[in-house]
């Protein structure tokens, strides 16, 4: 008997087919199963979303194609997968279908029937038994059997506000282990904000339950790698998942437990294609699921400190306090060295290179954090001021002398660097400030009469995105780090949170002040998250906390991010940031959007937006009175160019959109989409490229 079904199909937000279109069917199909069907000149993946006897009015049977087949041989995707796929489509406003394909693991959209039958021959269906770790002594602290017993007593969402090396982790793996021994069937899923973090996570979880029945997902893995991990949750075979911001939507049909690791990270936001936070996805699959959830951190989100206050004040998150380091393990002494009273253009201060000399001669370890990689941002010529700008990019390509490049961090354009300024012919060009690779080679450098316990010479050791291209690179520096091979590690934000280095004992901030006066309102929360988490890597091995300590190198050390940072205090500081964003109206308190347009020209992309908003407050004057009131509420500010406003040769501007209403700010998304992809074709808007919307955005 012939069906029709609404099937799911990758789409934009803003095309014509919306992410669902109509298929007929003689096969016995099912709500949730996946189908591959026809779609333009192509054979696609498809999601059925609803089945239907008859062919729904407002299509014409000539229209309507038949599905080509299915994919056999997997349980349909479960209602509350599809809720949570329905839910992020229409908060981060986009497709329906295109979020739920890129839900799915890649391989799976392109394999034939044919493909997908000999791949599940690969796959076992048993489940997998998860060896309970309740039968072996893990001694808990206080504070962490405190913590677990409310957990089993309150529904949560729970935020642990736990210091640096409380055993936040331990937390994590007991109520898992809690709830499975519960549970035989119950499954849990662990995110963490980074693939580096990753494998020592996995390393550690396997070791406590048991390695089948334990998988990963992240973007470093093969396309087969992920189709397996996918199944196995799926089935149910995988009781617990490990993974980055994709993991969020892994299909775990008996969830019971879902933790954010280190939850104010702004890796848990997606930056291209829908632009879905995993942080606020995890919290609402939580409720939806009825799974619990915890989110995690040292310096958590001001979002989610906000949403912990008392519930009489509105607070929806219970909040978790873990103060006190395992073991009577102390937070490293914070020491501020006033910059204004070194000598000029000191990289680093007399009494820090002291401090790491007497480390190395104890035979422990030093970390110096500079979050900029590279040797220098930019080279620059002083007879006629020429510097080494992107020829596709409104930005500086940076300046790489281990390769001797001058390579673009956002287009990635490359060149040799040029024997004399292509502007003048001085051979006389030099860097203008330093990154990683200059720090490192001045260390060196500096220590290079200083020799170890033993003998043997320093070894300095650095760790960011260009020393760690090569697969295993990061895992191989990482071992030789915690084998006490190294001496004084050097290193952008990769290296400052999630790593339990425990030879390290100071930790050194090299030229933070760059946030402190950002246009940015964000950057002082990012700052003081970044420094703290930087120094808890120092004295996690209680024998040597008493002894451990953060130096930050400041021309402004009385500020009041870095007294805040001295005490550990980050109550303090939570408090007079939240405080400032009331009376400036800004998150949490309000919400935000932000509308971007691409195009050839600075003009056109501008135009384009403006014209939006333009439409908008022409209709609210023919609106009811009720929905004019509600849009009354949101503040749509001007386009203007980005803070890089060409990348690629692309132009790019954007539109902020702000309201106290979350309802208010949706509704005019809603419009101001709808307006723009009816005029995107207008002749004043020629030349653009696409537009896309950033709901909860953390820059502007």
């Not at 044919?114 to 489940?127: G, V, Y």
């Not at 989110?295 to 306090?321: D, F, K, M, N, V």
């Not at 253009?345 to 007497?358: G, H, N, R, Y």
């Not at 043997?456 to 050791?461: E, I, K, L, T």
Request: with cysteine; hydrophobic share 45%.
């Amino acid at each position: 008997m012939q069906k029709w079904l609404d099937v799911a199909v990758s789409a934009p937000a803003h095309s014509q087919v919306g992410g669902l279109l109509t298929y007929a069917t003689e096969l016995a199909l099912e709500v949730g199963q996946l189908v591959r069907v026809p779609f333009g000149k192509r054979e696609v993946l498809g999601l059925v979303w609803a089945v239907h006897d008859r062919l729904p009015e407002n299509v014409s049977t000539h229209q309507v194609k038949n599905t080509s087949a299915a994919l056999d041989g997997v349980v349909p995707l479960s209602p509350h997968w599809r809720q949570l796929v329905q839910f992020a489509a229409q908060y981060y406003q986009r497709s329906l279908g295109e979020v739920a394909m890129a839900a799915l693991p890649p391989q799976l959209r392109d394999l034939t029937p044919a493909q997908w039958a000999r791949r599940l021959k690969k796959t076992s269906d048993t489940a997998t038994r998860v060896t309970s770790s309740l039968p072996s002594a893990w001694p808990l602290s206080e504070q962490q059997n405190a913590v677990l017993a409310e957990m089993e007593v309150a529904p949560g969402p729970f935020l642990i506000h736990g210091a640096t090396g409380s055993g936040k982790t331990e937390v994590y793996l007991q109520a898992i282990a809690r709830c499975m021994a519960q549970d035989p069937e119950a499954q849990a899923l662990m995110m963490v904000p980074e693939i580096n973090l990753t494998p020592q996570l996995e390393e550690r979880v396997k070791a406590r339950f048991g390695a089948q029945g334990v998988v990963s997902m992240h973007s470093g893995m093969t396309g087969p790698q992920r189709l397996k991990s996918w199944l196995a949750a799926h089935n149910g075979s995988a009781r617990i998942v490990l993974g980055t911001r994709m993991a969020v939507f892994a299909s775990m049909p008996k969830l019971k437990w879902i933790v954010v690791d280190e939850e104010h990270d702004a890796s848990y936001k997606q930056q291209e294609g829908a632009r879905y936070s995993a942080r606020d996805l995890a919290v609402y699959r939580g409720r939806l699921e009825g799974a619990k959830v915890i989110l995690g951190s040292a310096t958590p989100s001001l979002e989610s400190w906000h949403h912990s206050r008392p519930a009489s004040e509105g607070g929806r998150y219970q909040r978790l306090s873990m103060p006190a380091r395992i073991g009577a393990g102390q937070l490293p002494f914070v020491r501020r060295v006033d910059m204004n009273h070194q000598p000029r253009k000191t990289v680093l201060s007399a009494p820090l290179m002291a401090a790491i000399q007497e480390r190395v001669a104890k035979g422990e370890q030093s970390m110096l954090l500079l979050n900029r990689r590279g040797y220098a941002p930019v080279l620059h010529c002083a007879d006629c001021g020429w510097k080494s700008e992107c020829a596709h990019c409104s930005a500086f390509r940076v300046f790489h002398k281990i390769d001797r490049t001058l390579r673009c961090h956002h287009c990635g354009f490359t060149e040799r660097v040029p024997h004399a300024c292509p502007a003048c012919g001085n051979a006389d060009i030099a860097p203008m400030g330093r990154g990683t690779e200059q720090l490192e080679e001045h260390l060196a450098a500096l220590l290079v009469d200083v020799k170890r316990p033993d003998g043997q010479p320093v070894r300095v050791m650095r760790i960011d995105a260009d020393s760690t291209k090569l697969k295993g690179a990061l895992e191989a520096q990482l071992a030789d780090v915690h084998n006490g091979e190294v001496d004084v590690l050097v290193g952008t934000q990769m290296i400052a949170k999630g790593h339990d280095f425990r030879r390290i004992t100071l930790v050194a901030a090299i030229n933070p002040d760059g946030a402190l006066f950002s246009s940015d309102f964000r950057a002082p929360e990012r700052l003081f998250a970044l420094l703290m988490q930087a120094g808890g890597r120092a004295g996690r091995d209680a024998a040597q906390s008493a002894s451990s300590e953060m130096w930050v190198q400041t021309f402004h050390p009385a500020h009041a991010l870095f007294e805040a940072l001295k005490k550990h205090d980050y109550p303090a500081f939570a408090e007079q940031q939240l405080k400032e964003r009331l009376e400036a109206g800004l998150p949490p308190h309000t919400f935000q959007a932000l509308l971007r347009s691409d195009a050839r020209e600075q003009t056109v992309a501008q135009a384009f937006l403006n014209f939006g908003n333009a439409r908008l407050q022409d209709w609210m004057s023919a609106m009811s009175e009720q929905d004019a009131a509600l849009l009354s509420q949101v503040s749509v500010f001007p386009a203007v160019p980005m803070s890089i406003q060409r990348v690629a040769n692309v132009e790019r501007a954007q539109m902020l959109i702000e309201s106290p209403s979350r309802m208010a700010l949706h509704k005019a998304l809603a419009l101001l989409q709808q307006v723009l992809f009816e005029s995107r074709s207008l002749p004043t808007h020629k030349g653009l490229i696409r537009w896309l919307v950033d709901v909860d955005p953390l820059a502007i």
